[in-house]
């Protein structure tokens, strides 16, 4: 039904299996009476003969729990593939589906993907498949052993100085100096997206190659680590302005996953490895992709 200018108005939401690309501006009005074929026919008729501003794109699933051995996975597989049966026999050419996150892709004894079964189409140019993988392309799902972590956040230090005993550090003055020691700042906070629950020493930092703890609170753009007593000769005496700090991540010329793991701050922060980097600021923090 036309609802207006570059508009298409179809008597049921769009349910989850459905993928849409928006050509111009399109509206749906929601309504409880049609299943999903005749959803997508109406959808596909109104794009190839009423100029619609949309295009069917494909159909897709997403697996939470991808397990051979999962009943709710087996049964939500044969309900996608019943569903793909419905739509190709209402003549209805698929352009695409897609099943596997990192997961699904991973878990090598999963047998729900069969490309005949899946991809094939009668007289029409035959669908594509296509995976999502997610964090799994950084090597952020630690219950695949063949993956390797690859995203390395880094900061510079910016400020270095020795605070004296009984001097606080950061708001709230939650870091109390037990004795003359040396502070570094570096240049990240919480407005960057690096956790505010690192503060207070739960948190680490690697600095040539050391490991030091976050002083005090972590500051919206920018947090402070403890580099050891001011007398003392070790590495945290030669950390100086400019120097690079590791906060998660492989470090150059380490073929491993660093001496901070991603999936460890995940696991103490009681969170995912995607949820921290998806969290870093789009805009504040650089991306840099390394081959």
């Known amino acids: 039904d036309s609802g207006g200018e570059e508009s298409v108005t179809v008597a049921a939401p769009l349910p989850a299996p459905l993928v849409a690309h928006r050509k111009k501006n399109a509206k749906w009005k929601a309504g409880p009476h049609r299943d999903t074929v005749s959803i997508i026919k109406a959808m596909c008729d109104a794009e190839i003969y009423g100029s619609a501003p949309i295009e069917f794109y494909g159909m897709c699933t997403h697996m939470a729990e991808a397990s051979s051995d999962s009943n709710y996975t087996n049964e939500q597989m044969i309900r996608f593939k019943s569903l793909l049966k419905r739509v190709r026999q209402a003549g209805i050419s698929v352009p695409t589906i897609s099943t596997d996150n990192s997961s699904a892709l991973l ?29 799994g392309i950084f090597g952020q799902r630690p219950a695949f052993p063949q993956l390797r972590a690859i995203s390395t956040l880094t900061v510079s230090v910016s400020h270095v100085a020795v605070v004296g005993e009984g001097e606080s550090v950061g708001y709230d003055r939650a870091y109390i100096a037990s004795g003359n020691v040396r502070i570094a700042t570096l240049t990240i906070g919480f407005a960057d997206g690096y956790p505010r629950e690192l503060g207070n020493g739960r948190g680490t930092v ?47 010329g380490v073929d491993a996953e660093g001496t901070i793991r991603l999936q460890d701050i995940a696991k103490k922060l009681n969170t995912t490895q995607s949820a921290l980097t998806c969290g870093l600021n789009k805009i504040r923090v650089e991306r840099r992709y390394i081959e």
């Open 107 to 135: 878990t090598t004894n999963l047998t729900h993907f069969d490309p005949m079964e899946l991809l094939v189409q009668q007289n029409v140019t035959n669908t594509r498949g296509f995976v999502r993988t997610g964090g």
């Open 206 to 252: 690697s600095i040539r190659g050391a490991l030091f703890p976050i002083a005090g609170n972590v500051c919206m753009d920018m947090l402070m680590v403890e580099l050891g007593p001011a007398e003392d000769m070790g590495t945290g005496s030669k950390v100086c302005v400019g120097d690079r700090a590791v906060l998660w991540g492989p470090e150059d």
